[in-house]
């Protein structure tokens, strides 16, 4: 599966902003699909990640009850919708997709290349 994520940009603090991320071929409901970031000078974290058919989330304390994950499997798309964005959410956002579950970071082997995300405080 090939990915490609848009969505990323300049924001204010305490704005919000949609991530999108769109995969290639006929099989992306077989794929669990997660959103990492990576902070300048910080590893890559895990944010949140979706079951094959949406039912099911995942969230990392950091953006719990700011972030949500969705998917549209008949637009082989998954979305982050940010809310209540701070300074600290500054990253370069990645979208992943998992052969194996959606809540576990080392599943994610496919990824796409990053969007950037500037929190202006």
């Known amino acids: 599966v090939q990915l490609q994520a848009f969505g990323g940009g300049l924001v204010q603090a305490g704005g919000s902003l949609r991530l999108s991320c769109a995969a290639s071929?006929?099989?992306?409901?077989?794929?669990?699909m997660g959103w990492f970031r990576q902070a300048p000078g910080k590893e890559r974290d895990f944010i949140a990640g979706?079951?094959?058919?949406?039912?099911?989330?995942y969230y990392a304390d950091s953006v719990k009850g700011r972030f949500t994950i969705t998917r549209d499997n008949t637009k082989s798309t998954v979305y982050l919708q940010m809310n209540s964005l701070s300074a600290e959410d500054t990253a370069v956002y990645y979208c992943?997709?998992?052969?194996?579950?959606?809540?576990?970071?080392?599943?994610?082997?496919?990824w796409g290349q990053g969007t950037l995300v500037t929190v202006s405080s």
């Open positions: 992943a997709a998992s052969r194996g579950t959606y809540y576990i970071d080392d599943s994610y082997g496919y």
């Open positions: 071929g006929r099989t992306f409901s077989s794929y669990a």
């Open positions: 979706i079951s094959r058919g949406g039912g099911y989330t």
